[in-house]
């Protein structure tokens, strides 16, 4: 006959699963704000072409890398990051300001001067849907 475990595994077993329950809630709550924050059109890889395009006709042609700067606190997976460069692609992004002139901004606020103070960047045009084209400090055309 099985003998039950005894309180303290029982404890930790109660622990571990009101943990994993905390976990999955956390990230479908995540999963719903991001549908309710994005319009239809933007969702997957064709939305975001469309929501980048009029970035990408205003960069200079042959632009081979850019940075790529957000105010994101969690992107998991980096599914942000890794769609903005397939929109950009075959330029290469780089994560912050990146070594190129000019970086991109998916950004879920307006960048203020502080923030652009600390990612070494200045604002050129800040466009629809949270994209931002910013340049960086101090750049100099080889």
Request: no cysteine; glycine share 10%.
């Amino acid at each position: 006959m099985l003998q039950p475990f005894p309180a303290r595994v029982q404890a930790g077993i109660y622990l571990l699963t009101g943990v994993a329950i905390l976990s999955v809630a956390s990230y479908l709550l995540d999963a719903i704000a991001f549908s309710n924050r994005a319009e239809p059109a933007t969702y997957g890889a064709g939305g975001y072409m469309s929501r980048f395009a009029a970035l990408r006709n205003d960069l200079p042609p042959g632009t081979k890398t850019l940075g790529y700067i957000t105010d994101m606190e969690k992107d998991p997976g980096d599914v942000e990051f890794h769609l903005t460069q397939y929109a950009f692609a075959p330029a290469i992004l780089d994560k912050g300001a990146g070594k190129g002139r000019y970086a991109i901004g998916n950004m879920v606020k307006d960048p203020t001067a502080e923030f652009m103070d600390k990612m070494g960047v200045t604002a050129v045009k800040v466009y629809p849907n949270g994209v931002v084209l910013f340049e960086r400090k101090g750049y100099i055309q080889p």
